[in-house]
């Protein structure tokens, strides 16, 4: 190392040089940092939740809450918010996944909301019913009384997420105030609240999007299929490809044509771009990822909606 | 500039294995650059995409700026970009072959010392900017006494804006040699100076061909060579349990394993242990992951404990080296922050928090108010406002098993929480 400043080392010091392996990998410390973040979740809350939205966080979020507590299964249920406007081929994975870890799973159905009168559909072309899983979310967790929800958030991933703690407290509406946060320092985490309130936890704060797939690619994670390059008809709105599918009506201009692509993220179809490639291994996704030129939330229409469109909800009680 | 591809090419697996994670802080107000060479090292390490890229030139160009601002990646929240300052932490990533780098982005201004602590905790290296006009200032001492009082290994100093005194290295060694003076005074082993420009690149990533007379790094190289091996106390060995695992499956009848993070020393199995609070000794059975057994554990993984014999161990308790143990006391001398709107109350009672374990406590006398930029003690004014750093004396209700600060960072740190709003009010470094 250049450094003409540094000090002669102390015996101590040499002693914790002489071997220099004790130096974890990133991944390998990104991994301990959220299974600390994951088991104090257990330790300190009495009835905590998973929200699990079938993309690649909640499937890390999966596979790091099972490394925490092994050999015992996790110890909360999973939640999912199902919008019913889902990949087919996302829920087919979720009920596996969830066969496979042995964990009760919760369903918010948007669609029984809608039915008994409590929500109203978007209407138009771009209608989606992302804004509608905020009501569906509060009242599952309320139902549920549970006090803590994990979600797979990452800081990487939108400007207001970036200052997003890994213990966030929610007032009893289930409000995020961004102004008023609590400072989080060291490895102290401070999940007091009083009754009606509960806080979002997101383990996997410090990730980024490469560091996602370079970690389920070491661990061999299975995924869903439509994260791999596959052949869709689709059509292009707002220079976003999205996949012909029953939910989203169509404006007369907009063609369908079959192409080769894949989800970098996965919500609902009827706001979910697909990408054009043909990276049909987890190799060549990295490989992708690595060379992407654009965020991956560029695709997601409902990010596109203003410039604080990810802030505002997160204010609402989104996650 | 030629496009740096080392940055687009996707790890290997054996890169992978070897590359370190690295957490740094900044500290700075919207006139020295910091939002610049922030952006400055995303943008050159190809960590800015496309579309966040054309957003900033959009808004740049909209608000009729001279050029990209590449200041606004950092503004994060429609309060802070309606002000034009940053008023929290902001995390910020990128990553080179060698290294990942995890940014704690924080605002300079003395109102805003909590932030500063906030990010400071956690970091192995701080970034200091100076200026080249102005020299060593107020902001400049302050935000080196907070890395000393935290503790951050290693400090860098960038002296920034050297294009603007004409690439001289007579002002960088003034600088320096003036940063130095006051140096001396503080407690930090690792102090580093590297002339920049921020706005054009000067010695961030590229070396510069304007200081021929700087024979030193680049800051890019330096972070990604700094020696971060020793940060982790590795002498002392202490693991706070957090979670107690119980399958209650037939599989795993009898399995009762300790889940934590090792937060010092070097654990191997076969190791003789003490228990704390109860100073029973056993030995270590086995170190336990979903990956399989471990034969060492150190700082700071995530690990699950079994020992010998049949102890029963709950959530706060510690185990140890025999014959190295903590100091196992109710009585606590501690450098605190304040982050509460509401004054320290003396003789008040708070929540503490420190590793696993919780406790109530008092505070029992106030020594003195530090002066956070002169480093002057305050033996008068002993009443404790937001953004405050004093010396005080706490009684706890149990027995905490603690380090100073200076030993171990995670053993030797606290919490204090408001019983009334569960507010954390507080951040301590024992004495």
């Known amino acids: ?319 | 500039m030629a496009e740096n591809t080392e940055y687009l090419k996707p790890k290997t697996n054996s890169q992978i294995k070897n590359t370190e994670l690295l957490r740094f802080t900044t500290a700075g107000s919207v006139d020295d650059g910091k939002s610049t060479l922030i952006g400055r090292l995303l943008y050159d390490s190809k960590s800015i995409f496309e579309d966040q890229y054309e957003l900033i030139r959009e808004v740049s160009e909209r608000r009729g700026e001279e050029g990209v601002n590449l200041a606004l990646l950092t503004d994060g929240l429609k309060s802070e970009r309606e002000q034009g300052i940053t008023i929290d932490v902001a995390y910020r990533y990128f990553a080179t072959p060698k290294r990942k780098f995890i940014i704690a982005d924080t605002p300079g201004h003395i109102q805003y010392t909590r932030n500063m602590v906030t990010g400071a905790s956690t970091a192995n290296v701080a970034l200091v900017l100076i200026d080249a006009r102005q020299g060593v200032v107020e902001q400049t001492r302050r935000h080196a006494i907070i890395a000393s009082l935290l503790q951050i290994p290693h400090l860098v100093i960038c002296i920034n804006k050297m294009d603007l005194v004409g690439y001289s290295e007579k002002v960088y060694e003034e600088i320096k040699e003036d940063f130095e003076g006051f140096a001396s005074k503080l407690d930090v082993a690792d102090v580093h100076f590297i002339p920049i420009s921020a706005l054009n690149g000067d010695n961030v990533v590229n070396r510069s061909t304007n200081m021929a007379w700087y024979e030193g790094s680049t800051l890019m190289y330096y972070l990604e060579n700094v020696h971060i091996g020793s940060d982790h106390n590795l002498i002392d060995a202490r693991f706070p349990i957090q979670y107690v695992v119980r399958p209650y499956s037939d599989e795993y009848h009898d399995y009762r394993g300790y889940a934590g993070r090792v937060a010092g020393g070097i654990f191997k199995k076969g190791d003789e242990v003490m228990l704390l609070p109860s100073g029973f000794t056993t030995k270590i059975a086995k170190i336990d992951t979903y990956d399989g057994e471990l034969e060492e554990a150190f700082p700071p993984m995530s690990v699950t404990v079994h020992i010998e014999d049949d102890y029963d161990l709950s959530r706060g308790d510690m185990i140890v080296r025999v014959n190295n143990t903590p100091e196992v006391t109710q009585d606590l001398e501690v450098m605190i922050c304040w982050f509460s709107e509401r004054p320290l109350q003396p003789n008040g009672k708070y929540t503490i928090m420190h590793t696993t374990q919780e406790a109530r406590c008092v505070v029992k006398d106030v020594r003195y108010k530090l002066d956070i930029n002169s480093l002057h003690r305050n033996l008068e004014d002993r009443n404790i406002r937001m953004n405050d750093i004093a010396r005080i004396v706490l009684r706890t209700t149990k027995p905490l098993f603690v380090d100073k600060y200076y030993r171990n960072r995670t053993t030797g740190s606290i919490i204090l929480i408001d019983e009334a709003t569960n507010n954390t009010v507080g951040a301590g470094m024992v004495i």
Request: net charge negative; charged share 30%.
């Open chain 1, 1 to 319: 190392m250049v450094n003409p400043n540094e000090k002669i080392p102390s015996v101590e010091q040499k002693m914790a040089n002489k071997k220099t392996d004790y130096q974890l990998s990133y991944l390998k410390e990104l991994e301990a940092e959220s299974i600390f973040i994951i088991r104090e979740v257990a330790a300190q809350f009495e009835k905590p939740v998973l929200m699990f939205s079938g993309g690649k966080d909640s499937i890390l979020m999966t596979h790091l809450a099972m490394k925490a507590f092994y050999p015992a299964r996790i110890p909360f249920p999973l939640l999912h918010v199902d919008t019913g406007h889902n990949f087919p081929e996302a829920i087919t994975f979720r009920d596996e996944l969830v066969e496979r870890l042995g964990v009760k799973l919760i369903v918010g159905d948007v669609q029984k909301y809608i039915d008994e009168g409590k929500l109203v559909d978007e209407k138009g072309y771009s209608a989606s019913r992302n804004a509608l899983q905020i009501p569906v979310l509060l009242e599952e967790l309320e139902k549920g009384k549970f006090d803590a929800a994990l979600g797979g958030a990452r800081r990487d991933e939108e400007k207001a997420r970036a200052k997003e703690r890994f213990f966030s407290h929610r007032d009893e509406f289930g409000q995020w105030d961004p102004k008023n946060q609590r400072p989080e320092l060291w490895n102290l985490f401070n999940g007091k609240k009083n009754f009606g309130e509960h806080f979002r936890i997101f383990p996997i704060s410090n990730w980024t999007e490469l560091d996602v797939w370079q970690y389920l690619h070491v661990e061999n994670v299975p995924l869903p299929s439509v994260y791999y390059a596959h052949k869709r008809v689709v059509f292009e709105r707002d220079g976003v490809l999205l996949a012909h599918n029953e939910f989203t009506p169509r404006r007369p201009e907009e063609e369908l044509k079959e192409m080769m692509v894949r989800c970098r993220t996965m919500g609902d179809m009827t706001c979910t771009g697909v990408w054009e490639s043909d990276a049909d291994t987890m190799e060549k996704i990295i490989q992708e990822v690595a060379t992407t030129r654009t965020t991956e939330r560029g695709a997601r229409a409902d990010d596109k909606r203003s410039e604080t469109a990810m802030e505002d909800r997160k204010k609402k009680g989104y996650f």
